[in-house]
C-alpha cells in the first residue's frame, strides 16, 4: 500500500498539468473500483476546474471550482499517468520503466484544459474515485478520525503522547493506526523506529511520562519520523512491487533503507554491531535490530 510518500509524490507530479486546468472530459471505462463511482461523478466532474491538489494522510484531493472535492485513494497497485500532446517534453526520472501495456487496466481519463490526459491505472481495483461536497470532507468516514499530519509544524512530541498515552500495544501497532498520526504505513514506521532506536515491541504508552508528558523517545520519534519521511519524499518514494512515480519512473528510497526488507544483513547505526532481524506482528513483516533498538 503507498504511504505517505509515494503519496505525495504523485501529488507533486499531476500538480503542474491539474491545478488551475478544467477537466474537459471524464471517461470511465468500468462502473467501480473499490466502491462504486457515484452516480453524478462524470457530470460533477466536467467543466469544473481544479482550484488545488492536496494530500491528506494516504488520499489525494482535487479541490474543484464548483465546490467539490474529488478523493483519490491508490489502493495496492493503483498509479497515475500523465499523458501529454505529442511533441511535448516528457519529465525526467533517475530510472524508467515503461507501463503496463494492459489498457484493461486505464479505469478512469480526465481530460485536461491543460493539454494532458490523467490516466488512472489499477490492476487489482483497490484503488477509490469519489466525489464530496467540500462543507462534508472533513466529516467523511474515510477522513474524518484520521489523525494529524506527521509532516505539519504542529505535530511534535506532546501531540504524539496525548494519542499513545494509556495504550498497551506494541509501538508498531499504534503507529500503524491512522487515528494516532496520518500516512505512516509499515515500511516509514520500521525507519523511523530503527532511526530513533525504539523497539517495535515496546508497550506504546511507555513514550508518555507522568501527566502526560512526552518522554524524550517521544521527542525521538516524533523527530525521525519528519526525518524519514522528508528524505523518502525527496527521494521520490520506495518502489516495491508496484510503486511508480507519474512520470513511469521507480522512487529510489528503497536504496537507503536502514532495515526494511534487510533481514540477516548489518545494522547500520555506527558502533552497533547488530543484525537486522525480521518478525510478524499483525501479520505483516517487521524489520530492527534487537541490539540498538530498545
Known sequence: MPELPEVETVRRGLAPVMEGATIRAVELRRPDLRRPFPNDF???????????????????????????????????????????????????????????????????VLAMSSGARVVFN????????????????????????????????GFDAAKLAAALAGKAAPLKAALLDQTVVAGLGNIYVCEALHLARLSPRRRA?????????????AVALVEAIKMVLADAITAGGSSLRDHRQTDGTLGLFQHRFRV?????????????GGVVRRIVQSGRSTFFCTVCQK
Open 42 to 108: 462524470r457530470l460533477r466532474l466536467e467543466g469544473a476546474t481544479v482550484t488545488a491538489l492536496r494530500r491528506r494522510a494516504k488520499y489525494l484531493l482535487a479541490d474543484l471550482s464548483t465546490g467539490d472535492v474529488v478523493l483519490m485513494h491508490l489502493g495496492m497497485s493503483g498509479s497515475f499517468r500523465i499523458e501529454r500532446p505529442a511533441g511535448a517534453a516528457a519529465v525526467p526520472g533517475a530510472y524508467y520503466h515503461a507501463r503496463s501495456e494492459d489498457l484493461a487496466h486505464d479505469h478512469v
Open 122 to 153: 489499477d490492476p487489482r481495483r483497490f484503488g477509490l474515485m469519489l466525489v464530496v461536497a467540500a462543507d462534508d470532507l472533513d466529516h467523511h468516514p474515510l477522513l474524518r478520525a484520521v489523525g494529524p499530519e506527521p509532516l505539519d509544524p
Open 205 to 217: 504508552g511507555t513514550l508518555v511520562g507522568r501527566g502526560g508528558v512526552p518522554t524524550p523517545r
Open 260 to 272: 526494511y526488507d534487510r533481514e540477516g544483513a548489518p545494522c547500520v547505526t555506527p558502533g552497533c
